[in-house]
């Protein structure tokens, strides 16, 4: 079985919301919500040990129409599956999305605990899994992505929180034989007018008989107690100290390890094995030849322990046949990239560029950007679990992932068990900036396929899959390459006249199941998104989508991490050649139709001085301003250039995501995502390849933003009481633009390339 020739039939697999979305892209009017779904009521399981709605196994959905309740409750708007009060008053929030750094493990709580009243000390955190009722709300299928945890879970958890406090207080008002109406809660307790309470833990058994109501009145943004304020991770501690277990620290009774060896050219397979050595090193159990992702080969080796399968794939000697597979050389990539810029592509947006002509001035740029490895910290890992045979066959993984039901559905048809016997339990990740939602499901398609045919071997033990850090970045997904070519129109005064861009790129979502609707008229939109918006430009937007042998795969903020330093570089240049400040210039060509940006911008110019502050010699300002995923971020950078080598010394961040739930996550978030913006401009922070091999391996030879590249950050928040919007990656993309204009200030030159080549 190869990867790629069953990569369509999991679009038959898709939720029907997700299918229903993909139709509404298309032009179609069909509901995107999965109506199934919306039919079902979850049973009221019992649970000694205090008030849990569910713990629901899909064998529940079985069970609708025969439970009391509102039909028209789906699955995730159910509070038994979210929340758990013991009789001492603890509560366990359940998360529907996958925390990997990015603080959701705090926040969603956060969320939930307003509404209940609940007392903060005592609430506590835990990851959900494959089940329907962790699926996102508006997208329909399991998804940590796109900036969406919050932005698409806040009413949703307020809904949980409010309907769980009604049920406790209808508990309340039953035992004291009064009206509800007359009762209020408070740090997780139930109070009279008279001043008597009783705690939630001792509602909890009382609470569980309630009827889930189905419209709730949610808080005044003016009475929140704990959203908004600034709040110490849940998972802090835990992390600080070592003690926090990943996926990676997967241990069950009799665990096997294996560890797989990829293909160097993707796609290639095996010519001869020689696996005598391997098969004699201490502790191998079993060496198998499997097939790979994108249709290649493989070895993987199974052991007792990560060293001994790794000591027997080293001894492993392979000859390899690539005859059949496109080797792709960076060099002869990158030429062919520029050739193609030159030349119109599929046009996004129309323009007349006629103007150029004549412009007054011109500007004539091409930008480059290499491919980029997602090199998590903790880098992929499986754990897999078979249990019975044939019809009684069951399986459980453990893993971090993004997306837990798109990977059930996988890996039921690697291992041929119904999708209601998978089960997937989500675990701690240590990152992962996309390379944990691969539409593939390449890493849990391998370790199910090692643990199927492990079994076949006769090895019924649990199975942990491991890839080491080199694995990581020389076999998985990249971030793709891209080229540039703009052609810009302007007068004396900046008025750009006319501006022809065209961009050249993989399509990330070609030849996956979701081509159907993030694929129009051929345009892959991940590649343009950020472009024009929010300057009101006369521009001809194009696109080519060159199809090549190297897998890539959505990364931390997707297309903005191109396209926002090409608009922000390119724009300030204009500012520059027509003598303009480039703040003043920015707010003029923004117009009236940008508030948002306008007040990220002005809060980081006001916060950090620039224009009424003197920096010390030899350092220069860098503005940048950009919106994705709903939220704009603005930085203020100040930089030096020593000896042809750049330095970033300080940025200040305007941020405007409305509401933010948890403003410490949000510096937190914006911080790091600076950061690797940061390291995206360090020279060495590319993949390269040559004879179709990735000539990079490790943090020796791909570079990453390291302590001593770190700037001092000070991040402020623009007011807002509208409903949040996305975090986890729109602190990237204005990074490396701030820090290029004040290169280019110090330089009177643009750098036109990431990583930065200023030589």
């Not at 802090?236 to 160097?264: E, I």
């Not at 597979?325 to 050739?339: I, M, N, P």
């Not at 500007?363 to 480059?368: K, L, N, P, R, V």
């Amino acid at each position: 079985m190869h990867f790629d020739s069953d990569l369509q039939d999991l679009a038959s697999l898709l939720p029907k919301g997700m299918l229903a979305r993909a139709e509404r892209a298309q032009g179609a009017t069909k509901s995107g919500v999965d109506e199934g779904l919306a039919r079902r009521s979850f049973l009221k399981l019992s649970v000694a040990s205090g008030f849990a709605l569910g713990v629901f196994p899909q064998s529940a959905l079985a069970q609708e129409g025969k439970q009391p309740g509102p039909a028209a409750l789906k699955p995730f708007d159910q509070p038994g599956a979210f929340v758990h009060i013991a009789p001492d008053g603890t509560v366990t929030v359940t998360i529907n999305r996958l925390e990997f750094g990015q603080g959701v493990l705090t926040a969603l709580p956060m969320i939930l605990a307003e509404e209940l009243d609940a007392d903060w000390s005592k609430v506590r955190a835990v990851h959900g899994d494959s089940d329907p009722a962790y699926v996102d709300p508006a997208f329909g299928m399991h998804l940590t992505g796109g900036s969406g945890s919050i932005k698409r879970s806040y009413t949703q958890y307020r809904e949980l929180g409010a309907r769980t406090r009604a049920m406790l207080v209808l508990a309340a008002a039953s035992q004291w034989n009064v009206d509800a109406a007359s009762l209020r809660t408070e740090n997780g307790r139930v109070l009279r007018a008279d001043g008597q309470s009783i705690a939630y833990g001792d509602l909890a058994d009382a609470a569980m008989k309630a009827p889930v109501p189905h419209k709730v009145a949610l808080k005044d943004a003016k009475n929140f107690r704990l959203i908004g304020k600034a709040t110490n991770r849940l998972d802090a501690t835990a992390k600080s100290t070592g003690t926090q277990s990943f996926g990676m620290d997967m241990q069950l009774p009799g665990m096997l390890t294996a560890v797989v060896v990829h293909p160097p050219v993707f796609g290639a397979r095996l010519r001869s094995v020689d696996d005598s050595a391997a098969r004699a090193i201490a502790g191998v159990k079993a060496v198998i030849r499997m097939p790979t992702d994108r249709g290649g080969e493989g070895i993987a080796v199974v052991a007792q322990g990560y060293w001994a399968a790794k000591q027997g794939r080293d001894a492993l000697k392979l000859v390899w046949d690539t005859s059949a597979v496109e080797k792709v050389d960076s060099v002869a990539q990158l030429a062919s990239y520029r050739a193609l810029a030159k030349k119109t592509g599929l046009v996004q947006f129309k323009a007349d560029v006629s103007a150029l002509a004549k412009a007054p001035k011109k500007i004539s740029a091409e930008f480059t950007f290499p491919y980029l490895a997602h090199a998590p910290m903790e880098p992929l890992n499986c754990t897999v679990h078979v249990t019975g045979q044939g019809a009684d066959a069951k399986a459980t993984l453990w893993l971090g992932t993004q997306m837990p039901g798109f990977d059930a559905m996988a890996a039921s048809k690697v291992l041929g068990i119904a999708p209601k016997y998978i089960k997937i339990n989500v675990q701690m990740a240590g990152g992962g900036f996309g390379r944990r939602a691969v539409p593939t499901a390449d890493y849990v398609v391998e370790a199910c396929t090692v643990s199927k045919m492990a079994m076949a071997a006769g090895l019924h033990d649990p199975i942990r899959v491991v890839w080491s850090r080199e694995d990581d970045i020389k076999g998985g997904y990249y971030r793709p390459m891209h080229v540039h070519r703009a052609e810009i129109g302007f007068d004396a005064k900046g008025k750009v006249l006319a501006w022809d861009h065209v961009v050249v790129g993989q399509s990330i979502a070609q030849g996956t199941p979701f081509e159907s609707f993030m694929i129009k008229d051929g345009i892959d939109n991940t590649a343009l998104e950020g472009m024009r918006d929010p300057y009101d430009v006369p521009m001809r937007l194009s696109v080519h989508h060159p199809k090549v042998n190297v897998p890539v795969l959505w990364w931390r903020s997707v297309g903005s991490t191109h396209t926002a330093y090409v608009m922000e570089t390119l724009v300030d240049e204009i500012a520059r050649a027509t003598q303009q400040d480039p703040v003043a210039y920015r707010m003029q060509l923004m117009g009236d139709k940008h508030p948002r940006h306008k007040a990220a911008l002005m809060l980081a110019v006001e916060q950090s001085g620039y224009g009424k502050r003197k920096l010390p010699k030899g350092q220069a300002w860098g503005v940048a301003v950009h919106e994705s995923f709903d939220t704009v971020v603005a930085y203020v950078a100040e930089a030096s250039v020593t000896k042809g080598v750049p330095k970033l010394h300080a940025v200040t961040a305007g941020v405007h995501c409305n509401l933010a739930v948890n403003p410490r996550t949000v510096e937190a978030q914006v911080q790091g995502a600076a950061l690797m913006g940061l390291g995206t401009c360090l020279p060495g922070a590319a993949i390269t390849l040559k004879d179709g091999v990735v000539q990079q391996k490790n943090f020796d030879d791909y570079v990453v933003a390291r302590m001593p590249d770190m700037p001092r950050i000070t991040v402020h928040i623009v007011p807002s009481a509208e409903p949040p919007t996305g975090m986890g990656e729109p602190g990237l993309p204005p990074l490396a633009p701030a820090f290029a204009n004040a290169i280019a200030k110090l330089t009177g030159k643009t750098p036109r390339a990431l990583p930065f080549k200023l030589a």
